[in-house]
């Protein structure tokens, strides 16, 4: 992964909870690094242990850390330089949703390396569509489940979450249903 993930890890933790919670991160997560570069890439594994290690020393679990992280990264990164990218990615939570793909392409002309997830959509009524979730890496459903919750707090729109079918439980890939409140 690119250390700009790893720099809004550090910036979550950061601002939650202290700069002597995330030297206890980095510690017991075996990094001796300073500070992460955005720009430079990183072994998954580097960030995956500190999530491990967010979780033991904040003593929540490595789900409730990646949905926070997923929440975050949206104001992280909409409030920083791809605050424009997001801006154009749509004008509403569901445009937004139905462009990430695209917002994905145009990150992957700064990142040559960058591998994306991917996103398909059914609609399958006017207040439900369902998500299909397709990643190389195993494991970050909690966080694309933050990403929605940070998203629906950017656009001020109610979504109800659901998860219902998980590559965790051996399903070839996550899937998602959204359901927006109705218009009236």
């Known amino acids: ?24 991160i980095k510690q017991k ?23 491990r290690a967010a979780s033991e020393v904040l003593g929540i679990s490595t789900d409730e850390v990646m949905r926070a992280f997923g929440e975050h990264w949206v104001l992280y990164t909409g409030r920083g330089a791809y605050g424009q990218l997001f801006n154009m990615a749509g004008n509403s939570l569901k445009d937004f949703l139905f462009n990430l ?21 059914d609609t399958l009524n006017e207040r439900t569509i369902r998500m299909h979730y397709h990643s190389s890496r195993k494991g970050l459903c909690p966080l694309v489940g933050g990403l929605i919750t ?35």
């Open 101 to 121: 793909d695209a917002l994905h392409t145009r990150v992957g002309q700064n990142f040559e390396h960058l591998e994306p997830p991917s996103f398909r959509f």
């Open 1 to 24: 992964m690119y250390g700009l993930v790893n720099v809004a890890v550090h910036d979550l933790v950061v601002s939650r909870f202290g700069a002597p919670a995330w030297e206890q």
């Open 150 to 184: 940070g998203l629906s707090a950017r656009f001020a729109t109610y979504v109800d979450v659901e998860h219902p079918v998980c590559s965790r439980r051996g399903a070839e890939h996550c899937e998602f249903l959204l359901t927006f409140p109705s218009d009236d």
């Open 29 to 51: 997560a075996g990094i001796l690094l300073e500070a992460f570069s955005s720009m430079e890439q990183y072994p998954d594994e580097v960030t995956f242990r500190l999530v």
